[in-house]
């Protein structure tokens, strides 16, 4: 037997045992959140430990907590900026999180992309990032879509979630959420990351301005680099430059 077909049948192997994993992990996960008592306003016992430096905020309190797990963020773009967005808001307890994004984990994603490992390499970013929340949260529910959004599914997407957060690094899909969240009357949280820069931006908030009110017409596309062609460094050095 070749060294490729005992690597392959490795993989296999490693693969068949991971879904087994996961569909362990989640197993657990439910009967655990059956033993949890909810209490009369929304959180159960569980929820209501994990989020209590939340609660003890006056600011925020039961009822914000409670309007938290109610929100509902979609993320496309899976990448340096969607997986620490995804991250964080799982932490925070929003209820559902939807991740939109067609590639799969590359060993050069590990640097930033924080929902991933050596282990997801080859998988596709949306599954990968949606076990990962789910070993965080048990309590978040995580819609992955393995597509590349397009003007033909993107209104049907978005209509399902509150917010719409734009990881993407590409002019064209910025245009298109943006076109999308101002017809479905949804916010559009806007970043970007390229180099030692970072930018974030909120458009169409409470009938405020869109991207296309800032920047009217799209640049030319040779004028445009990503991190692929122009290079981002790993947040958690920026401190160092």
Known sequence: MSTDTCEDELVAEIAELRALLHAKEIKLAR??????VTQEYGLNNDEICRYSRQLFLTEIGVQGQKKIKDSSVLIVGAGG???P???YLA???IGHIGIVDYDNVEINNLHR???YTEANIGTAKVIAAAESINRLNSYIKVTPYKIQLNSKNALDII?????VIDGTDNVATRYLLNDACVLSEKPLVSGSALRFEGHLSVFNYNNGPCYRCIFPEPPPAE???NCGDGGVLGAELDYLY
Not at 159 to 163: A, L, V
């Open 31 to 36: 009967l655990r959140r059956e033993r949890q």
């Open 81 to 83: 900026l969607g997986c």
């Open 85 to 87: 967005a995804a991250f």
């Open 91 to 93: 932490c925070a307890g």
């Open 113 to 115: 992309q924080l929902l």
């Open 159 to 163: 209509k399902n979630y509150d917010i």
């Open 223 to 225: 004028t445009v680099t």
